[in-house]
Nanobody
Framework: QVQLVESGGGLVQAGGSLRLSCAASQIIFSMNAMGWYHQAPGKQRELVASITITSGGSTNYADSVKGRFTIVSDNAKNTVYLQMSSLKREDTAVYYC????????????WGQGTQVTVSS
């Protein structure tokens, strides 16, 4: 079982920045990919950004955050970060860290979530 612990959420004004951290209880090289999702009230959980761990660290971003958010993995610290800049009110949501292992079967692990609130 993999535990993921998020931190770094909070209240920020529009245009500001936050950095979210996700610390994993196991070496993240045992995962195929890690990512961040967010879920606003009354909406489905959506992918914000992901990074492959076993395939060269390629990244993928939701169109709404491209150019504003950056996902980075620090394999030595078993931690994945989401640097968020130029925050908008619509970024307000609970942000969840995800780790995915593909073999022998696909398994997803989730953190408990951290609230990000962007005020105008």
């Amino acid at each position: 079982q993999v535990q993921l612990v998020e931190s770094g959420g909070g209240l920020v004004q529009a245009g500001g920045s936050l950095r979210l951290s996700c610390a994993a209880s196991q070496i993240i090289f045992s995962m195929n990919a890690m990512g961040w999702y967010h879920q606003a009230p009354g909406k489905q959980r959506e992918l914000v950004a992901s990074i492959t761990i076993t395939s060269g660290g390629s990244t993928n971003y939701a169109d709404s955050v491209k150019g504003r958010f950056t996902i980075v993995s620090d394999n030595a610290k078993n931690t994945v970060y989401l640097q968020m800049s130029s925050l908008k009110r619509e970024d307000t949501a609970v942000y969840y860290c995800n780790a995915r292992r593909n073999f022998p079967t696909i398994v997803n692990y989730w953190g408990q979530g951290t609230q990000v609130t962007v005020s105008s």
